[in-house]
C-alpha cells in the first residue's frame, strides 16, 4: 500500500512514482479519487500525473473512469535480469511440477522483510488463490517459502522481524520469534518446510530452496494444495525437491556455459 508523504515539496519524480506505488495485488484498479487518496496528492495533480503516465504506456485505462498497470511498465520490468533469468531457469520445470502434482506451484524470493512471488502456476484443481498469485507480497513467518528464504536471513532481518511482530493469519499461525526460528533451523536441515493451514485455512504448503552454481540460496519454489496432513505433504514432497534440484541445475548450466555467472545470480543475492 502506498504511504502518502508529509513533505510538501515532493519532486514530480516522487510523485510519479508514487502514483505507480497506489497499485498492488489487492488494488489493480483505481480512479484518479482513490490514487490521491492512497498517495496524498491532490486530484488535481494525480489526473496530470495519471494522464502522462497513460500517454506513455505506463498506465491504460479501464472500464468505470479505472486504471490499471500498463503494457509497457510490464514490459521494461520482465528485463530486470534477476527476474528473467530466475523464471526463465523454473518455468519449464514448474509446469512439469503442477502436471505431476495437479497443484499450485510458486517462484518466489526474499525482498526485504517479505516475500515475493516471481511466478506462479496454478493448479489443475481451481484457480491459484490470490495471496500466492504472481506479483504477490507475502509474509514470511506463515508461508513455507517464507521459511525457506528466512534461512539465509541475517541478524538485522531477524531482528526487524521480531520488533515488527508476527501477524496471526489463522489459529495455527506460529507468532512466536523462537518456534519460528526453530522451524526455518528444521527446515535448513532437512531440505524443505511446510505451513500447514497458517496462512489460509485448509491449505498447506511445501517449499524448497533453488540454489545457483556455487550452492547458495537465492530463492524458493513451492507448492500449494487444499488439505493438509502428513498424506498430503509427503505427496507433495518428493516431486518438489525433484525440481528443485532441476531449476537449480538449469539456473546455474547457463552461467557455466556463457560466462555470464555472477551477472544474474549477484543480483539475486544483493536484494535479500
Not at 112 to 141: K, M, N, Q, T, Y
Not at 171 to 182: E, G, I, K, Q
Amino acid at each position: 500500500m502506498s504511504i502518502p508523504s508529509t513533505t510538501p515539496d515532493r519532486s514530480v519524480v516522487e510523485r510519479t512514482l508514487s502514483v505507480l506505488g497506489a497499485f498492488d495485488t489487492g488494488n489493480v484498479r483505481l480512479t484518479v479519487s482513490e490514487i490521491s487518496r492512497r498517495t496524498g496528492i491532490p486530484v488535481a495533480t494525480a489526473y496530470r500525473i495519471v494522464s502522462k503516465l497513460l500517454s506513455w504506456g505506463a498506465l491504460e485505462r479501464a472500464e468505470d473512469n479505472r486504471y490499471t498497470i500498463g503494457l509497457r511498465l510490464w514490459e521494461i520490468a520482465l528485463l530486470a535480469p534477476r527476474h528473467s533469468a530466475f523464471r526463465a531457469a523454473s518455468v519449464p520445470h514448474m509446469v512439469e511440477l503442477r502436471a505431476l502434482t495437479r497443484s499450485a506451484v510458486l517462484l518466489s524470493v526474499r525482498e526485504g522483510d517479505e516475500g515475493i512471488c516471481l511466478e506462479s502456476v496454478s493448479g489443475s484443481a481451481r484457480p491459484l488463490r490470490r495471496s500466492w498469485s504472481r506479483g504477490h507480497r507475502f509474509p514470511l513467518h506463515a508461508t513455507a517459502c517464507g521459511r525457506v528464504l528466512l534461512a539465509g536471513a541475517d541478524a538485522a532481518t531477524w531482528e526487524r522481524i521480531r520488533a515488527a511482530g508476527l501477524d496471526t493469519h489463522t489459529a495455527r499461525t506460529v507468532t512466536d520469534p523462537a518456534a519460528l526460528r526453530d522451524l526455518v533451523t528444521r527446515a535448513r536441515r532437512q531440505g524443505f518446510a511446510v505451513a500447514d493451514g497458517e496462512l489460509l485455512e485448509g491449505v498447506v504448503e511445501v517449499a524448497a530452496p533453488v540454489h545457483d552454481g556455487d550452492g547458495v540460496a537465492v530463492g524458493a519454489v513451492g507448492l500449494v494444495a487444499d488439505g493438509g496432513g502428513t498424506a498430503q505433504v509427503r505427496r507433495l514432497t518428493g516431486p518438489l525437491l525433484t525440481a528443485a534440484v532441476r531449476i537449480s541445475r538449469s539456473l546455474a548450466a547457463p552461467a557455466r556455459t556463457e560466462g555470464r555467472h555472477h551477472s544474474f545470480t549477484d543480483n539475486l543475492r544483493s536484494r535479500t
